[in-house]
């Protein structure tokens, strides 16, 4: 241990980062420019290729990372490998690869374990293996620490140390989001936790909290559940208002006024790698018959909204005169988030499906996801209808009457509260109202 925190002291401490995505990366980016040596394992060749070239391979807005990593990559600090055998030589790994639910909403480890697999013949003994990726409460008891001996050979907590510190990044301010957040960290023994601690304060400028895995994989899959049920009752609350012909965003902005009432937004979907797959991660190690009914019922409120969506279409066309059917409908957004390349659980796939089920052709534009980038004006010119699936700033940048110019009839759904209902004279169908029709 001593040697260990002298070590990080004198940054003379080399380290693997195990998976460089959207965490992976600006952990790995973070830790060389606080002076370590790092290399990143990733399975991808294309993103080795490309960050050993010094080019992030993150497409969306990210202040600062492709900066920080071309600094790192030309000074020597950070370098990427396919190559496990690099770990040979490290003190401390943090694996940070994908963790998403199957179809049956259980945890599908396949990436998770190949990585432990593959780590064990190369761990060192006396390293620190941290834990980011979002994990079900237990699993650093059940499958890591099982998994890592398993294939190392080595008994964990005496040969090797264990720490879940789950991540609180958020894609358009990962580098933000790493430095000012506070992290929970978890240790599976308290030792553990404190060689953790010392490692991130090289780099956190906030709280680091030692505490057990056990309550770090809680507390991680908990905050994301939290702001799932959250979004799901304004969505309840948008479909509420909708019914009752009033318009929820301003019956929000005067709840919000209330002391203590913080309504989320109500929008279009919940997309994105985590939110949709945390509240059946947090669910899935309690014991069988256990009663939960508030977190699969915010989960189905969710995954409804963009099925909403295509049900305003059909609504806006039909007050327009058109059917659905042969109608084509510009998708506005494709990525799950705004000013992101994230498409991940994209609730603008769900309205294609949706909308090619219902007899209607899709046209999608996505100013940051390369499969759908160009010219917003050529892609809406002719269509039936737009759906705004996502705030991305060249939606919100765009007049509505040049929408409505380009558009063969002038049916708007706005799922993301862009535009005023009264912008243009159009058939506006917004989530949560109001809505306008051209007779209005
Ligand atoms: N994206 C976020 O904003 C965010 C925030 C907090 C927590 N998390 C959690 O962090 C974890 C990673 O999420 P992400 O968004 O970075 O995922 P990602 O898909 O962007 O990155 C995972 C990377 O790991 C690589 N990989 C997979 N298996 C590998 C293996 N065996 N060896 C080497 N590389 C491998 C993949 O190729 C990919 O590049 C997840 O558990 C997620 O829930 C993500």
Redesign the pocket.
Same mark, same amino acid.
């Given at each position: 241990m001593e040697s260990f925190l002298k070590a990080i002291e004198r940054r003379d401490l080399h380290i693997a980062v195990?998976?460089?995505?959207? $965490?992976?990366l600006p952990v790995a980016c973070m830790l060389a420019q606080a002076g370590f040596r790092v290399v990143g394992? #990733? %399975?991808?060749g294309d993103?080795v290729e490309r960050i050993n070239q010094g080019s992030s391979p993150i497409e969306g807005e990210e202040p600062g990372l492709a900066e920080m990593l071309a600094g790192v990559v030309r000074s020597g600090k950070l370098c990427a490998t396919s190559d496990y055998a690099a770990c040979r030589d490290v003190r401390a790994v943090f694996i +940070? $690869? #994908?963790?998403p639910v199957g179809d049956d909403n259980k945890p599908a480890y396949t990436?998770l374990r +190949?990585?432990l697999a593959?780590l064990g013949p190369h761990l060192a003994r006396g390293t620190l293996v941290i834990i #980011? +990726?979002?994990i079900a409460p237990g699993t650093m008891q059940r499958v890591v620490a099982p998994a890592l001996e398993a294939a190392s050979g080595l008994r964990a907590h005496e040969d090797f140390h264990l720490v879940h510190c789950? #991540? %609180?990044?958020? $894609?358009g301010r990962l580098l933000h989001n790493l430095r000012h957040m506070p992290r929970a960290v978890g240790g599976m023994t308290p030792a553990a936790a404190q060689m953790a601690v010392a490692l991130y304060r090289t780099f956190v400028e906030a709280d680091l909290d030692a505490t057990t895995a056990l309550n770090a994989e809680i507390v991680k899959t908990t905050e994301n559940t939290y702001r799932d049920v959250q979004i799901a009752f304004a969505n309840e609350m948008a479909l509420v208002c909708e019914d009752l012909g009033a318009d929820v965003w301003e019956v929000r902005t005067l709840v919000n006024k209330c002391p203590y009432r913080d309504m989320h937004l109500p929008g279009a979907g919940v997309g994105?790698?985590?939110l949709p797959k945390?509240p059946w991660l947090l669910l899935t190690n309690t014991s069988a018959g256990f009663p939960a009914r508030l977190i699969p019922a915010a989960r189905a409120v969710n995954d409804g909204m963009p099925l909403h969506v295509a049900d305003l279409v059909v609504d806006g066309l039909r007050a327009a005169g058109k059917d659905i059917r042969g109608a084509r409908v510009a998708v506005l957004g494709y990525a799950f988030l705004e000013n992101s390349d994230d498409t991940r659980n994209s609730p603008s796939a769900v309205l294609v499906e949706r909308l090619r089920a219902l007899g209607a052709e899709p046209v999608i534009h996505d100013p940051f996801v390369a499969a759908y980038r160009g010219d917003l004006r050529e892609r809406v010119q002719g269509c039936d209808a737009a759906a705004v699936m996502v705030r991305h700033g060249e939606y919100l940048r765009l007049d509505p009457q040049d929408l409505v110019r380009w558009l063969a009839s002038p049916v708007v759904v706005d799922g993301r509260h862009v535009f005023a209902a009264d912008a243009a004279r159009w058939v506006y169908r917004g989530v949560g109202g109001p809505q306008q029709n051209l007779d209005a």
């Open positions: 195990v998976g460089l995505g959207y $965490v992976g394992i #990733e %399975r991808s993103k +940070s $690869v #994908e963790t990436a +190949s990585a593959s #980011e +990726s979002t789950p #991540e %609180r990044v958020m $894609v994105g790698h985590c945390d």
